[in-house]
């Protein structure tokens, strides 16, 4: 298995509302990623798991709480998001220490109203 | 913070044409892949390459750390190529974090 697999694909949510993002993968990578991808822009970093640890918080707002249960399995939980949090939201995953071996999901395109 | 621009913005090439395009990084970097973002959003590895020059079918990248710069060749370029390239650079020897560069936009047309 060589894949990243991101649920759900879109996901519309109200200011008030609770949702979470779902990453998952089985090629035994112990690092594991959240970015934020704003139109025609880059892949923004946001958070860094590394043997199920949190590693790196690039300073995201605590409406943005990630959770990794387990080594295949990593979480982005939202809470009162405001419409400017409308993005593609990428999950990856590498070999830690390195980045080698960098696997992107399909992502999530979330909208915010 | 590390600075990666990315040349050219945009490039629009008829299908068959070569192209090489240049990512510069504003310190050294001991990681640094290349990405191509199909029109789906899908982000796919094309190269890890820190240094040194990798082939992979009809495309090539060449890492010079030294001078920092990165160059990545597309050869007789096809409509599936279409989409961004990113070059992605990291640091350090225990941190898994990369810098994304600014992107090359690619069209080919038939």
């Known amino acids: 298995d060589t894949e990243v697999t991101q649920t759900p694909k879109h996901l519309v949510m109200g200011m008030t509302n609770k949702k979470s993002l779902k990453c998952e993968q089985h090629?035994?990578?112990?690092?594991m990623y959240w970015y934020k991808q704003k139109a025609k822009k880059p892949p923004e970093l946001m958070f860094v798991?590394?043997?199920?640890?949190?590693?790196i918080n690039e300073s995201v707002p605590s409406r943005f709480s990630p959770e990794c249960p387990n080594s295949s399995l990593l979480n982005l939980h939202l809470h009162a998001l405001q419409p400017e949090d409308s993005a593609l939201y990428l999950c990856a995953s590498s070999h830690a220490g390195q980045a080698y071996g960098y696997t992107f999901g399909s992502g999530t395109r979330l909208t915010v109203v | 913070g590390i600075q990666v621009e990315q040349s050219p913005p945009d490039l629009i090439l008829q299908e068959g044409a070569n192209s090489t395009l240049r990512c510069n990084f504003s310190d050294s970097v001991n990681n640094l892949q290349w990405f191509h973002q199909n029109p789906w959003g899908q982000l796919i590895n094309l190269f890890y390459i820190p240094s040194g020059t990798k082939q992979n079918g009809r495309l090539s990248a060449t890492t010079v750390a030294t001078e920092r710069y990165s160059l990545l060749y597309i050869s007789s370029s096809q409509t599936t190529d279409s989409g961004v390239y990113f070059c992605a650079v990291g640091r350090g020897w225990n941190t898994d974090k990369l810098i994304f560069g600014t992107g090359t936009r690619l069209q080919v047309f038939p």
């Open positions: 090629m035994g990578h112990r690092a």
């Open positions: 798991y590394s043997y199920e640890k949190l590693s």
